[in-house]
């Protein structure tokens, strides 16, 4: 399919910004409306976690902007991004923000659906699929199930939470669901622990879900923070607290031979 002109799109001359939702990082979780839009952009800006591995195929002829790293391996600061999508959209650019699973969740979309509306540039959010549901589901772990778990809550572990939320959360008794939670995991395990969550709650990290070096360690409460340390753990990772990681089957592994993998791995590193 040819490229639309953007005169001729109805449009106008004053460009637009689609923020895409671009899923767990593999091309095929992106949706139909995901892969139209990367079609006729002019621009694309994208993150690291984003599907980018074929831009140039998915979104010929477009300008290709790399924001989540620049020269020196530091991210665009957040307001540089936003600036960058006005500007390009105020030359008269179909702008396509791609974005890591989907905009609205714990992704800055509404900051920069913000930005747009500040600067009078027509913006649109097309979702995608999340991960903080699709990567535990990468490794058969189903946020629900009845009779073990009705509900899920997703949080960020970007920073510590309060005392209060802990309480909040050990209180509900649904599965928790933590993203960018790697870093401050020693202190979830320890604030959910004090706000009274048995130690043997199963926990399980699923690192670079959807990717061929996906894996699953599985634990408690008690001791992840250990065999998540000894089996070098690393970012990007879903962290999923309740007994729904009873269920997970990762492969041909079931969670109980996971978390047998997981101590074995403990007793040889330590
Ligand atoms: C800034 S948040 C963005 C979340 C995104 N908006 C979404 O809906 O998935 C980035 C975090 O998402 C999680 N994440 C995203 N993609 C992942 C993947 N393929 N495997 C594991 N974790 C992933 C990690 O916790 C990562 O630190």
Do not use: W
Request: net charge negative; hydrophobic share 45%.
């Amino acid at each position: 399919m040819s490229r639309v002109g953007r005169d001729g799109d109805g449009l106008g001359r004053t460009g637009s910004v689609t923020l895409v939702g671009g899923g767990p990082g593999r091309e095929d979780l992106l949706t139909l409306a995901a892969v139209r839009a990367l079609r006729y952009a002019d621009v694309v800006l994208y993150d690291r976690l984003a599907p980018h591995g074929r831009l140039d195929e998915l979104a010929p002829g477009a300008l290709l902007i790399d924001v989540g790293k620049r020269p020196g391996h530091h991210a665009i600061p957040q307001a540089e991004i936003e600036a960058l999508l006005v500007e390009h959209a105020l030359e008269g650019s179909r702008v396509v923000r791609l974005k890591g699973g989907d905009p609205y969740v714990l992704g800055r979309g509404g900051e920069e659906v913000l930005a747009c509306h500040k600067a009078g540039v027509p913006v649109e959010v097309i979702p995608g699929v999340t991960s903080a549901i699709s990567v535990p589901g990468a490794a058969g772990i189903p946020l629900t199930h009845r009779g073990v778990s009705h509900m899920f809550t997703v949080v960020s572990g970007h920073q510590p939470l309060t005392a209060s939320e802990l309480e909040h959360l050990a209180g509900l008794g649904g599965t928790i669901v933590v993203l960018m939670g790697v870093n401050t995991l020693p202190s979830l395990t320890a604030g959910l622990a004090r706000a009274g969550m048995a130690g043997r709650m199963p926990v399980a990290i699923v690192e670079r879900g959807f990717s061929s070096e996906q894996r699953t360690t599985i634990g408690e409460l008690a001791d992840i923070v250990t065999t998540a340390g000894r089996a070098r753990v690393g970012s990007p990772a879903v962290v999923v607290i309740g007994e729904v990681v009873r269920l997970a089957h990762d492969g041909d592994a079931s969670a109980a031979e996971l978390m047998e993998r997981a101590v074995g791995f403990a007793a040889v590193a330590g």
